[in-house]
């Protein structure tokens, strides 16, 4: 308490209760609603209580204006001593019996009221205590089990995201077999090619639109196909791939945010009282920074899962589609390159028959026309020795001209000598037919020579270029394996 003026005796100045008695209770609460003290004269110092101030706003009642005016009254006849006497006391006994009981029954009030305070509070603290360990027990339960959540999650991720990668790996190796099987067919497409150029080189009759051809015209447009089936599918593989990786990093950044949400939440969960690291944080509670609910927390980890096993799915079907690609177009080159073989072989064959009759029939022209020129040669021969046989019958008959007179009789001798020159002329113009017949024989055996010898040439350029330049490209042409990218 902090007193205001002069230091007189506390008889003068205590404050008032309700009974005309100051308190003794040295209780905050008897420092309530106290009188101020009575001014000693209208000039002289005062000294009061704070309360005395504090209370100076309240309104006041009739009962607390009669004690003061009563108190005032008494203080101005009781101001000096001298004016105090045995019959002018300040209480009676009466008064003071009842400030003694007054003060009894507000000291037991108020301890009353204080220890129902303290066993209220005592309650109060064990019960918010209480409160206070159920709310963080729940809150670390609530903690784990979101832990779990998490870790159920991560879970799942991590099992999708080794599938994933299983499945990138997969389609990884099939696309390089396409690749590779997709290379191997460029040999195969130039030797085809290189066949058609070379067989262009064929000359007059042979350049026929022969089986041959035909197949490997096939043969071309087979492997384009398939090469562009090739490429269709390798776009794909590779749409396919790039679909599959976004999806594995989708997974993998969740996957990293859970192992992020992880690590703080199992710090959060093993958080204690005792722990280090825990500190106020003013108005923590009052920030929101959440972009999530449970349900599309679970349904955003969910989706990504579900999309990646649809991609995964995609991926599956894709390499089934290729690998029955990749048999298929081997297959079909395959089946192919041997019906361009067998064709081949056929031709060749034909081309070797029509060769080795060309060289028979040109072994016998040969024949022929030596056997003609010697004919030719026996004619001439002929001819040349019907010479003398004329000459002599022409000089008899010449000479039997000369006969004088008489003597030229036509005898025997005569007819017969003129039978003679004209079997002789006779023979000779039949020989001369002959040899005429003869040489045009030769030649016509020797443009049938050179007929079949151009004609065996021909036939010998296009054995030579199917067997030896065709051929012998096509014992290159990848196997099965290579064809389907095993090697």
């Known amino acids: 308490m902090e007193l205001i003026g002069s230091t007189l005796t506390a008889t003068y100045a205590r404050p008032k209760t309700s009974h005309f008695l100051p308190a003794i209770s040295t209780m905050a609460s008897s420092y309530r609603n106290t009188q101020p003290a009575l001014a000693m004269n209208p000039s002289a110092n005062l000294w009061r209580t704070n309360s005395y101030y504090k209370s100076s706003s309240t309104v006041p ?32 006994p009466d008064d003071w019996y009842k400030s003694n009981i007054s ?19 005592i309650r109060m603290m064990q019960d918010k205590d209480q409160l206070t360990r159920r709310t963080q027990e729940n809150t670390s339960k609530n903690i784990g089990e979101r832990l779990n959540d998490v870790v159920f999650w991560r879970s799942e991720l991590s ?14 190796e099939v696309k390089r077999r396409l690749e590779r099987s997709l290379a191997e067919t460029e040999g195969p497409l130039q030797v085809s090619q290189e066949c058609l150029y070379h067989r262009e080189r064929r000359m007059s009759i042979d350049l026929v639109h022969d089986d ?27 749409a396919q791939l790039a679909s599959n990786r976004a999806a594995q990093h989708e997974l993998e950044r969740d996957i990293s945010d859970k192992v992020t949400a992880q690590r703080i939440d199992d710090r959060c969960h093993h958080l204690r009282n005792t722990s280090d690291g825990i500190g106020y944080y003013r108005g923590i509670e009052r920030l929101d920074p959440s972009l999530s609910l449970p349900d599309s927390w679970s349904k955003f980890t969910d989706e990504n899962i579900l999309h990646s096993q649809s991609e995964r799915a995609a991926s599956h079907k894709l390499r089934d589609e290729i690998e029955i690609l990749l048999n298929t177009t081997s297959n079909d080159m395959w089946n192919q390159f041997n019906n361009a073989n067998v064709a081949f072989t056929n031709r060749i064959s034909e081309t070797a028959d029509a060769k080795n009759s060309l060289q028979t029939h040109l072994a016998k022209t040969l024949q ?38 008489i003597e030229l009789c036509r005898d025997n001798p005569h007819h017969r000598l003129v039978s003679e020159v004209r079997e002789i002329e006779d023979t000779i113009h039949k020989l001369q037919e002959r040899l005429m017949e003869a040489e045009n024989t030769l030649q016509t055996l ?11 040439s021909i036939k010998a350029n296009s054995l030579f270029l199917d067997q030896e330049k065709c051929m012998s490209m096509r014992k290159s042409f990848p196997s099965m394996p290579r064809l389907v990218g095993y090697t």
């Open 446 to 456: 020797v443009k049938t020579k050179v007929t079949l010898e151009h004609d065996l």
């Open 159 to 172: 099992h999708e995201i080794d599938n994933m990668m299983t499945e990138i790996a997969a389609l990884t």
């Open 61 to 92: 009642t009739p009962s607390s204006m009669q004690r003061e005016n009563l108190d005032l009254v008494r203080a101005k006849t009781m101001f000096y001593p001298s004016n105090r006497t045995a019959l002018s006391t300040r209480y009676t």
């Open 368 to 405: 022929e026309i030596f056997q003609t020129e010697m004919l030719i040669e026996s004619l001439k021969k002929a001819l040349r020795d019907k010479e003398c046989p004329l000459k002599v019958a022409q000089t008899r008959l010449e000479e039997r001209t000369r006969r004088p007179n």
């Open 212 to 238: 041959v051809e035909k197949d490997l015209i096939k043969e071309v447009e087979v492997i384009k196909s398939c090469q562009e089936r090739m490429r269709r599918h390798l776009d794909r593989a590779i």
């Open 103 to 121: 003060n009894y029954r507000e000291s037991e009030a108020s301890r009353n009221s204080a220890e129902r305070l303290r066993r209220d509070t």
